[in-house]
């Protein structure tokens, strides 16, 4: 096993990569205890939560809901602000780099940890697609 890297040195594109999975994890599992098992159905529901345009919308209202604390902040503008090599399928590059932000606060809650936090924001994310749906 390699030695511990600190998350602080991560780049917001690796805090991003963590962040995409484990950030789909828990959609996946909410559909899936939600009753939705049909593979064409989960992926359609997913994209509601799980898409960048999704993805930057809840990105956006967090901000505004003054959600994060200052260190989230801190790492939503790092993995906004770096450079892609990478582009979004779907998305423009605004839309496509809040949601790398969005990722790399999600990534960065796992890799410290603080999991409790990261359900914190799930849920109020999970919460807030289902009441604009």
Not at 62 to 87: C, F, P, Q, V, W
């Amino acid at each position: 096993m390699t030695k511990p890297l600190d998350v602080n040195l991560i780049n917001g594109i690796a805090l991003a990569f963590e962040g995409d999975a484990v950030y789909s994890y828990y959609i996946r599992k909410h559909l899936i205890f939600k009753g939705q098992t049909k593979p064409s159905q989960l992926h359609h529901l997913a994209t509601k939560y799980v898409s960048a345009k999704a993805q930057a919308s809840l990105a956006q209202a967090m901000l505004d809901a003054r959600l994060l604390t200052e260190k989230e902040e801190d790492i939503y503008k790092r993995g906004r602000n770096t450079k892609s090599h990478t582009k979004a399928k779907n998305a423009d590059v605004i839309t496509y780099r809040m949601s790398t932000g969005f990722e790399a606060v999600m990534g960065y809650l796992d890799m410290t940890n603080q999991q409790e936090r990261l359900e914190e924001l799930i849920i109020w994310c999970i919460n807030h697609v289902e009441q604009n749906a």
